[in-house]
């Protein structure tokens, strides 16, 4: 059985999105994410990355997306690093925010 944190948002819905505004609704969870370890909330953040998880995995089951599969897959693959991970990639607070700003403002073009 999937879990479904997003209960307002089915797969049907979420294919409604461009990716910039799939993307852009990512970046809001892994700001509240960041938020969370920032404010040293553990509960907020875990459920923040958890709910980003889960849009990640539904943008990459849409089919439009195909051809960006990769970047997707590779920043969902960095996000876990940072959050959960060693953080091989060195990841930062900054990178992440300016990373999903530009999809927030290509969004609300």
Known sequence: M???FH???SDARWRE???VEQMA???SEVERALRGREKNNPAQSEAALYRGLELFDMTLE???NFGRL???A???ELFLDYFIGEN???STKEAWQKYFLDFAIAARR
């Open 2 to 4: 999937k879990t479904v």
């Open 7 to 9: 209960q307002n948002v």
């Open 17 to 19: 999105f461009s990716l």
């Open 25 to 27: 609704n990512i970046g």
């Open 62 to 64: 849409d089919p439009k």
């Open 70 to 72: 990769k970047e997707v």
């Open 74 to 76: 590779r920043s969902r």
């Open 88 to 90: 091989i990639y060195r």
